[in-house]
């Protein structure tokens, strides 16, 4: 699928000279805080395995409900790092082992690093949240470089 421009979007046309570009830096720093909020979720441990669950005797299991920030980078990070000692020391398990750590090593990265995907993924986050604050930054200030020029001409 590829990116089409929208052709009502404010500012987003070439062909007419008397419309000023735009950017609400308002918004867009509102929508650098709600990336803000999902990056926090990201890399924001929740403190709780989420392996353990808390269920007085006799009432039934909890399906799929996993604490608040279960799945963040640290969670993951903690709690899904597999070695050959915990599974085991006959050879299936130490095959196992290894496959399971060289998944866990591609897909979610080890601490301090942006070597897996999932590690990757939120320094990508963390890059796209600082741009948009960058806009407005580089807005406001060509938008007081042009003030200052046209102050200077009158």
Not at 138 to 150: D, F, I, K, R, Y
């Amino acid at each position: 699928m590829a990116i089409q421009l929208d052709q009502n979007w404010p500012g987003a046309s070439d062909d007419d000279e008397n419309e000023d570009p735009y950017t609400d830096r308002a918004e867009v720093r509102r929508i650098a805080g709600d990336l803000h909020e999902l990056l926090k979720k990201l890399t924001t441990s929740s403190g709780v395995p989420v392996t353990e669950y808390a269920v007085a005797p006799g009432d039934p299991v909890p399906g799929p409900q996993l604490p608040p920030g279960a799945g963040s980078l640290p969670d993951l990070q903690a709690h899904c790092a597999l070695n050959q000692e915990q599974m085991g020391q006959w050879q299936a398990a130490m095959q196992y082992g290894t496959a399971a750590f060289s998944a866990y090593s591609m897909l979610i990265g080890e601490p301090g690093t942006t070597s897996g995907l999932y590690a990757g993924l939120n320094k990508q986050a963390e890059e796209s949240f600082d741009a948009v604050l960058e806009i407005a930054r580089t807005s406001q200030t060509a938008e007081q470089a042009t003030e200052e020029a046209t102050s200077r001409q009158a």
